[in-house]
């Protein structure tokens, strides 16, 4: 099973600042790798798919980078609505999925 | 447009059991395989089960396993999972979710909105 490891757990921020959430695979995913926001009560928001292409009507402030073991989500300037737990997900071997802890991003 | 849309959920005993359904819609559900993830109150993103796109394959957490049963019906467009043996910590929302190829040659996971399964005497 590939381990999917994110840091930090929790990340303080205050509004207008960058935010920089990183996630390792315990082996190569490729660019087989998504990452969500969730807030309470809703399902995962796709932010990011293939690593770095934005999902459709996501803001451009949302970037992905990264392959194979090493991956980061950068908010490029937090805004309100951005405050929220976001995960990582590897697609790359069927049937298994898995996904990391969870980042929390809250307002410092 | 892709939908996911589950039912099924509800309020359910311990070692009671329930099927949730997942009706599929644009896209061609035959030529995909599909997936079930769980999210425990106040808990990260479980994996549960996988279905291959013709059904002969499938895969379970080993949480689930023996309990859980996948299934498909490509002529319904309908996923299913039928749980039984439930337990309190089974309870969360359930959603299921599929990875469809682009024309890009990526692949995008496409998610319903969940249903929610209460385990409770």
């Known amino acids: 099973e590939i381990v999917m490891t994110q840091s930090p757990a929790t990340l303080s921020v205050s509004p207008g600042e960058r935010a920089t959430l990183s996630c390792r695979a315990s082996?190569?995913?490729?660019?087989?790798l998504a990452w969500y926001q969730q807030k309470p009560g809703q399902a995962p928001r796709l932010l990011i798919y293939?690593?770095?292409t934005r999902a459709t009507g996501i803001p451009a402030r949302f970037s992905g980078s990264g392959s194979g073991t090493e991956f980061t989500l950068t908010i490029s300037s937090l805004q309100s609505e951005d405050f929220a737990v976001y995960y990582c997900?590897?697609?790359?071997?069927?049937?298994?999925?898995?996904f990391g802890q969870g980042t929390k991003v809250e307002i410092k | 447009e892709v939908q996911l849309v589950e039912s099924g959920g509800g309020l359910v005993q311990p070692g009671g059991s329930l099927r949730l359904s997942c009706a599929a819609s644009?896209?061609?559900?035959?030529?995909?395989?599909m997936h079930w993830v769980r999210q425990a109150p106040g808990k990260g993103l479980e994996y549960v089960s996988a279905i291959s796109s013709n059904g002969g394959s499938t895969y379970y957490a080993n949480s689930v396993k023996g309990r859980f049963t996948i299934s498909r019906d490509n002529s319904k467009n309908t996923l299913y999972l039928q749980m039984g043996s439930l337990r309190a910590e089974d309870m969360a929302v359930y959603y299921c979710?599929?990875?469809?190829?682009?024309?890009?040659?990526?692949?995008?996971?496409?998610w319903g909105q969940g249903t929610l399964v209460t385990v409770s005497s």
């Open positions: 979710a599929t990875q469809i190829l682009l024309s890009s040659g990526w692949y995008k996971i496409y």
């Open positions: 293939g690593a770095s």
């Open positions: 082996q190569s995913v490729s660019s087989n």
């Open positions: 644009g896209f061609t559900f035959s030529s995909y395989a």
């Open positions: 997900q590897q697609y790359n071997n069927w049937p298994l999925w898995t």
